[in-house]
């Protein structure tokens, strides 16, 4: 019997909410601390100095704990955005340099680059799948003496395949090139050993399956990388004697050691990061191992049950080469949206992507909330 972690969420009612690969919901002792840091905003007579710091180095170490990293190699970031976008202003780059993008990545993955690529100093080079879902090899083929990154999801938002990243990063080293993995979609709900994947810096927006608010994020970067990137923009609180609050440097600015560089401005968002720790608590308290078993164990029966003489996955069947969550079409193309509306009227919440179901249920879903959608599915 999978334990039931219901109460540590809002009460959803008669809604089966299956789409954390959307929103994943903040715990209810998140949204406590969120109110919290509204009080200090109230009354910052009470809110110390040492908070500007504390808490950010805080979700440094929780985070660091999540994707198996060092704590001095997260920068604290308002989403994925902001990471991708460190790395495209801090790279020096040359005439005829090219990212590499798979197509029908994420948008973010694009509009990072175009700036750039309409300044003429880089060429996005979209990396074409030659089978039904993008591969490893597909990067790899496409890899040349003029690559400089890779910008790639590990987990795809569109129909949930994971990348062999690992193979990928190898090539990259190969070359000289970085590996800019997005974890977005799998951070939280499964372990990962973040130098095991084989990229150069990551980056993820935490209001997905790590349960954090909209607007916080985080930005990894291999220690290697630290110095090896070129400095972008730099908030103040990320140089050195930024935390003598009575006496802030005036001259011989320099950025303190280790990612904390690339922080996004404002760093120490009471509200977001009071709540965002205390998501990141929840997941770890329970185990990211415990989270794969619960959601693994509901995106296995969905997978078993599902009525393929009216559907078929639009995901990777095999564990190994898919994320958290599994997409569903209907057997003919043109009745996938017919489908979707169907599973919304009977008040189940699952996303449309890429003509297709996308369903993510996570730690506050049962089996019973399964069953509900294979009986709308099977109607």
């Not at 910052?44 to 100095?49: A, F, H, I, W």
């Not at 495209?88 to 750039?116: C, Q």
């Not at 078929?312 to 509306?341: H, I, Q």
Request: hydrophobic content about 40%.
């Amino acid at each position: 019997m999978p334990t039931d972690y219901r109460s540590e969420f809002a009460d959803f009612e008669s809604v089966a909410y299956l789409n954390a690969a959307l929103q994943g919901p903040m715990p209810l002792a998140a949204a406590r601390e969120a109110q919290a840091a509204l009080e200090w905003k109230k009354r910052p007579d009470r809110l110390g100095d040492t908070a500007y710091f504390d808490l950010p180095d805080r979700i440094r170490e929780k985070v660091s704990r999540v994707i198996g990293a060092r704590p001095d190699e997260i920068a604290v970031t308002s989403g994925a955005s902001a990471g991708l976008a460190s790395v495209a202003a801090g790279i020096d780059w040359k005439p005829g340099d090219e990212v590499l993008v798979g197509r029908g990545e994420f948008p973010a993955h694009f509009s990072t680059w175009l700036r750039y690529e309409k300044a003429g100093k880089l060429r996005v080079r979209v990396v074409e799948p030659r089978g039904r879902f993008i591969t490893a090899d597909d990067y790899i083929a496409q890899i040349g003496p003029q690559t400089r990154v890779i910008s790639a999801s590990f987990v795809r938002f569109d129909n949930g395949a994971r990348l062999d990243s690992a193979r990928v990063g190898e090539a990259c080293r190969k070359v000289g090139a970085a590996l800019l993995l997005d974890i977005t979609q799998c951070a939280g709900s499964m372990p990962l050993d973040i130098r095991e994947l084989g990229a150069d810096m990551a980056v993820c927006s935490g209001y997905k399956w790590l349960l954090g608010p909209y607007g916080a994020g985080f930005f990894w970067i291999a220690s290697e990388w630290i110095e090896r990137l070129p400095l972008g923009a730099v908030y103040f609180m990320a140089l050195e004697g930024a935390r003598d609050f009575h006496a802030l440097p005036s001259e011989k600015f320099q950025p303190v050691p280790g990612a904390r560089r690339w922080d996004s401005p404002e760093t120490a968002n009471f509200t977001n990061l009071a709540a965002f720790e205390s998501s990141l608590d929840l997941v770890l308290r329970i185990g990211l191992d415990s989270v794969a078993r619960h959601v693994d164990g509901l995106v296995g029966e969905l997978i078993e049950r599902l009525p393929r003489d009216r559907c078929m996955l639009a995901s990777p069947e095999e564990r190994s080469k898919r994320g958290p969550y599994v997409c569903v079409s209907a057997r003919k193309r043109e009745e996938t949206p017919v489908l979707y509306e169907k599973v919304r009227a009977a008040q189940i919440h699952v996303s449309l992507r890429d003509n297709a179901l996308r369903i993510a249920p996570y730690l506050y879903n049962t089996p019973e909330e399964i069953s509900r959608l294979i009986e709308v599915l099977s109607a």
